[in-house]
C-alpha cells in the first residue's frame, strides 16, 4: 500500500472508530507492520498541527484517537450544546494522583498515603472513568486494585504513563527524588480469575 493511501486509511479508520484504536489492530487490518503505523500517524500528527486544522490526532501509549483541537473546544461545546465536565475536588485529585503513580493500587493504599478515607473521591473517579477496576490484590480480604484509564491520559494530555513529571517526597528535612525501586510492588490477580 502507498504511504499516502495508508494515511487515508488510517484517517477513515480514526474517524469511523471515535475511540482510541490499537495501532497493533490497525496494522493487522491494513496488512503492515506497527512501526508503519506509527510513522504515517506521526506525520498526519504533525501535518495537523502545523496546518493548524481543527483536529487533531492523539497518541494513548500504543492506540491513536482523533479528536476536536482543543482551541476550537468552546465552539465544538456550543454547537453540541454540553456542558463542561465537573472539575476534580482536591480529595479527587489527591485520590487520583495516588493511583496514577502507584498504579495498581487498592483503596486502602490510597487511604494510607492520603492518611484519610477516600471511598467517595474512588466512587467518583470510577463514575467520570479517569480510574478503573483492574484485578484484585491476592491478600486476605483481596481487595480491589486500581489504575488509571486512556480517559485520564486525555484528559491530562499524556501520551503514556511515562509522560507523569517525576515525583517528590520530603524524608528527614530534606528532598529526594523517587525511584522506581521505591514503588511497593503488588502481586495482582486478574479481574476475570478472581472469585
Same mark, same amino acid.
Given at each position: 500500500?502507498?504511504?499516502?493511501?495508508?494515511?487515508?486509511?488510517?484517517?477513515?479508520?480514526?474517524?469511523?472508530?471515535?475511540?482510541?484504536?490499537?495501532?497493533? /489492530?490497525?496494522?493487522?487490518?491494513?496488512?503492515?507492520?506497527?512501526?508503519?503505523?506509527?510513522?504515517?500517524?506521526?506525520?498526519?500528527?504533525? !501535518?495537523?498541527?502545523?496546518?493548524?486544522?481543527?483536529?487533531?490526532?492523539?497518541?494513548?501509549?500504543? !492506540?491513536?484517537?482523533?479528536?476536536?483541537?482543543?482551541?476550537? *473546544?468552546?465552539? &465544538?461545546? /456550543?454547537?453540541?450544546?454540553?456542558?463542561?465536565?465537573?472539575?476534580?475536588?482536591?480529595?479527587?485529585?489527591?485520590?487520583?494522583? &495516588? @493511583?496514577?503513580?502507584?498504579?495498581?493500587?487498592?483503596?486502602?493504599?490510597?487511604?494510607? @498515603?492520603?492518611? &484519610?478515607? +477516600?471511598?467517595? *473521591?474512588?466512587?467518583?473517579?470510577?463514575?467520570?472513568?479517569?480510574?478503573?477496576?483492574?484485578? /484484585?490484590?491476592?491478600?486476605?480480604?483481596?481487595?480491589?486494585?486500581?489504575?488509571?484509564?486512556?480517559?485520564?491520559?486525555?484528559?491530562?494530555?499524556?501520551? +503514556?504513563?511515562?509522560?507523569?513529571?517525576?515525583?517528590? /517526597?520530603?524524608?528527614?528535612?530534606?528532598?529526594?527524588?523517587?525511584? @522506581? !525501586?521505591?514503588?511497593?510492588?503488588?502481586?495482582? &490477580?486478574? +479481574?476475570?480469575?478472581?472469585?
Amino acid at each position: 500500500m502507498e504511504y499516502s493511501d495508508l494515511q487515508r486509511a488510517l484517517e477513515a479508520i480514526l474517524f469511523a472508530s471515535g475511540d482510541p484504536m490499537p495501532a497493533q /489492530r490497525m496494522a493487522a487490518v491494513l496488512e503492515c507492520d506497527v512501526d508503519q503505523i506509527h510513522e504515517a500517524m506521526q506525520s498526519l500528527m504533525d !501535518s495537523y498541527a502545523f496546518d493548524r486544522r481543527g483536529i487533531r490526532i492523539l497518541r494513548l501509549e500504543d !492506540s491513536y484517537q482523533m479528536c476536536s483541537a482543543g482551541e476550537w *473546544s468552546a465552539c &465544538v461545546t /456550543r454547537a453540541l450544546e454540553t456542558r463542561k465536565p465537573p472539575k476534580l475536588s482536591a480529595s479527587q485529585l489527591e485520590t487520583l494522583t &495516588v @493511583i496514577a503513580y502507584y498504579q495498581p493500587a487498592t483503596k486502602a493504599y490510597v487511604e494510607q @498515603i492520603r492518611g &484519610v478515607d +477516600s471511598s467517595y *473521591s474512588v466512587g467518583a473517579l470510577l463514575n467520570k472513568n479517569l480510574i478503573e477496576e483492574c484485578g /484484585r490484590l491476592n491478600v486476605p480480604g483481596r481487595p480491589i486494585l486500581y489504575r488509571t484509564t486512556a480517559d485520564f491520559l486525555r484528559t491530562f494530555g499524556l501520551q +503514556s504513563l511515562e509522560d507523569l513529571p517525576p515525583i517528590e /517526597r520530603v524524608q528527614l528535612g530534606k528532598k529526594e527524588q523517587l525511584e @522506581i !525501586s521505591d514503588l511497593p510492588l503488588q502481586e495482582a &490477580v486478574p +479481574s476475570e480469575t478472581a472469585p
